[in-house]
């Protein structure tokens, strides 16, 4: 039986070689070579450009603003959740991930069509003979698309971990004088760590690599490093470079795993 099991386990040890080692052999391949094919570690010190830099920069910023809004709207929504009967928080969470049904592109393209200058948003301000708003081709832009397509990665994470902590530990807290405030910071807030750091790990790597939302809510004015090595990789055609770039975003990934590693080695902040 043992073996029959092992021999189950070869189509996904194919896929996995297929789909994920060889693309992350090829990218740590051209990052650490040049044209020639020669060893050199130009790709990666090129973070430290001027422009490439900047781009870094603002990514990081973005991003973190991103993750911090998506974790003060989530977190009390998450709390609300795990409090619900059962048959009400499974309808109002479907209506958190229904959205993510959709293709991405389609829900920024969305956003775009709200956000334009002449766009549905500032039509019904118009009617209503109020200021418009002047908001696409801003952070301010690229940051709501973030918050709006990223949110819901937030939502679950924080949900499954609140919903694990034993209502007898905060009766009991309650019991023996603590208040509220302090039930907060000294029993939910700790039991819902693993939570936490999931849901800006799983916020903050894809805004921290994302360029559609950029490109499409920034009009291409504001580059992020997403943008910078998606134009490597099609524009210009230095896959080199591209790479290179993206083997120092790799870092971040390689931090924020091992800080999961760390607060959830039992998996309770997952989305499952």
Known sequence: MTSKKNW?????LFWSG????????MVVYYGLTDRTGAFTLDNITAIASA???????????????????????AYPLAMILAQVQVKRHNFIILIFILPMWMNFLLRTLAWQTLLEKNGVINHV????????????????????????????FMILPLYNALAKIDGNVINAAH??????????????????????????TMVFIPALTTFVI????????????GDVIDLEFTKTSNWHLGSGLSMVLMIFILINMVLSAI??????????
């Open 51 to 73: 422009g490439h830099a900047k781009a870094l920069r603002l990514s990081l910023l973005l991003s973190l603003v991103s993750t911090v809004i998506c974790f003060l709207l």
């Open 125 to 152: 301000l118009s009617f209503l003979h109020l200021p418009t708003l002047k908001i696409i081709n801003t952070p301010a832009a690229i940051i709501l698309g973030m918050v709006y397509n990223f949110l819901p």
């Open 8 to 12: 189950l386990s070869v189509p996904y």
């Open 214 to 225: 950029s490109s499409l809510l920034g009009g291409g004015k504001l580059l992020l490093i």
């Open 175 to 200: 019991d023996l004088g603590a208040g509220h405030i302090h039930t907060f910071f000294r029993i939910i807030l700790p039991l819902s760590i693993p939570g936490i750091i999931s849901g800006i």
């Open 263 to 272: 607060f959830d080695k039992d998996g309770e902040g997952s989305m499952l």
């Open 18 to 25: 297929l789909f994920i080692i060889v693309p992350l052999g």
